[in-house]
């Protein structure tokens, strides 16, 4: 039955369960959610506890436990510890058992659960500090989330789904913020499955490697996170005294999508510190270009905009100018008029101007999402005539991040007086490919996105090209073309912005002043 709730009974180890905050989010969300029922714990008898780490991991830990607390908003477990203390202890009536913690159901217990157990690993592991801290180890560019999935039939472990999220300095933070992330990702997946009623195909998984760590790899961590922390306290008191010490400026070259490349591009003359999100737009037979300025002194971005002559640009102008920052200029024509949706997630909400006079007198048209916090967005009008809003929302506790999750709506157009969710939302998960790097790319009858590569612990690390397959009222689909990093050219911290317009294409790049 369709309106049927999808009975879920609550994994639990042996002993007391201290619960973590994902895990207490997670449990509020089931339990006030139509369409779930939770209907009692079942105590797990594999014991799946991650292998202790050195002395040296545990102190460092515990250190940036004390250090991280004032960053991380904590959340209140309590209500949920207290919901999971009254449940039975049973399995019966249960549809799905989800695994809180280190410990599994016995292929006994698996026998009287439809759909099986499933899992959060994170990096292989049951709990994503010690995850984290492997991760910062070993310098991984990001951390790895699967959910797992085992029956009666098949007790193994098995992975259904995957991602991965970028790293943070320490353990702490990036643990808490990947775990935080990983409710999204799961959520998600049982959504699915309460609408289907079907378990997705899986595959096998190598067994996780759990050796304990030894005294080597934890030198190697203090020495990353003395390294990461320092890097992050000299940006942040910089940032305090008026300096900015990463610049971002343009690039542009010419050609199809298909043959883009990073080192080919020519720099543009730099008028301002950071010079960011580039947009091009034709208009009465000239390139124009639209993006993010911002100076050292500035508290907020504004937009500017200069036309394309060349290889250079014409004196920028302020295009537009608000109380709180902006970004991410997305130009478009809708009928006889040219709108502009910048980002502004400073205001909490999704504002559309139209052009009253081109390029620098703009009027405030349309606004929507109000409370909501939502970044790099732009819309596509569709061959069908639907028009679809790309965007990347945060749906946060504690942290605020628009580069994991790519949502889609369709909505009327630059009104946005009907604004519909895409049943699949969010459609793409992952720091490495979620986040908008500009609008959709049409060249002949295939249609790309450029994405963003948020790794190694670096906003804007690289760019990807993906073409997007299906887009329709029911389906999103795309898939990975190309990935440019700064190995593609020599001297950049990061690129995370392409756009293509008659044969011409801007992009932008950072480096550290």
């Known amino acids: 039955m369709q309106n049927e709730k999808l009975k879920v009974a609550l994994v639990t180890p042996p002993g007391l369960l201290g619960l973590q905050d994902w895990q207490a989010i997670l449990i509020d969300r089931l339990r006030s959610d139509p369409r779930f029922e939770v209907t009692g714990q079942i105590v797990g008898g594999i014991d799946r506890r991650d292998r202790s780490g050195t002395l040296l991991m545990r102190l460092l830990m515990r250190a940036e436990q004390v250090l991280a607390a004032r960053r991380i908003l904590p959340y209140d477990t309590q209500p949920a510890a207290d919901f999971l203390s009254t449940l039975p202890v049973t399995q019966d009536q249960a549809d799905l058992a989800l695994a809180l913690g280190p410990a599994s159901l016995t292929k006994y217990q698996l026998a009287q659960l439809r759909f099986g157990e499933w899992a959060v690993a994170f990096g292989g592991m049951s709990d994503p500090f010690k995850a984290a801290m492997t991760t910062g ?43 935080e992330k990983s409710i999204l990702f799961l959520y998600h997946a049982m959504n699915e499955l309460a609408e289907r009623r079907s378990v997705p195909e899986t595959r096998q998984l190598p067994e996780a490697t759990r050796e304990k760590p030894d005294f080597e790899s934890s030198l190697v961590y203090a020495f990353n996170l003395v390294s990461d922390v320092s890097e992050k306290l000299k940006s942040e008191r910089l940032a305090r005294a008026g300096q900015i010490r990463e610049s971002w400026q343009l690039g542009s070259s010419s050609g199809p999508v298909s043959g883009f490349h990073p080192g080919k591009a020519k720099g543009l003359p730099r008028s301002s510190c950071i010079m960011a999100d580039p947009f091009l737009f034709e208009h009465q037979g000239q390139q124009w270009v639209f993006f993010e300025a911002m100076n050292a002194e500035d508290i907020n971005g504004r937009i500017e905009v200069a036309r394309l002559e060349g290889d250079c640009l014409t004196e920028p102008v302020t295009a537009l100018k608000c109380t709180y920052h902006l970004s991410f200029p997305f130009v478009f024509r809708a009928g006889d008029s040219i ?133 329709d009222e ?39 002043e």
Request: hydrophobic share 35%; charged share 25%.
């Open 137 to 179: 180890a070993g310098r991984a560019p990001h951390v790895q989330v699967e959910i797992h999935s085992r029956s009666y039939e098949d007790p193994t472990q098995r992975v259904f789904r995957q991602t991965s999220y970028n790293r943070k300095p320490g353990s702490v933070l990036t643990g808490a913020f990947v775990a």
């Open 339 to 471: 709108f502009m949706m910048p980002e502004t997630q400073a205001a909490k909400r999704l504002e559309i101007w139209r052009c009253t006079k081109f390029p620098d007198e703009w009027e405030l048209h349309a606004k929507a999402f109000e409370g909501q916090y939502l970044a790099d967005s732009s819309m596509y009008l569709g061959d069908d005539g639907r028009w679809w809003l790309i965007t990347n929302l945060s749906d946060h506790f504690a942290f605020q991040d628009h580069s994991s999750e790519l949502y889609l709506f369709e909505v009327d157009g630059p009104d946005l007086k009907t604004i519909k969710p895409h049943p699949k939302n969010p459609v793409v998960f992952g720091s490495d490919c979620a986040r908008n790097a500009g609008a959709i790319i049409r060249q002949g009858d295939r249609l790309f996105r450029p994405s963003q590569n948020n790794s190694h612990g670096v906003y804007g690390f690289g760019l990807n090209l993906m073409e997007i397959i299906k887009l």
């Open 474 to 512: 029911t389906e999103y689909e795309e898939r990975f073309i190309r990935q440019f990093t700064p190995k593609d050219r020599p001297g950049v911290k990061g690129m995370h912005h392409l756009s293509v317009a008659g044969g011409q294409i801007v992009m932008d790049w950072s480096s550290a």
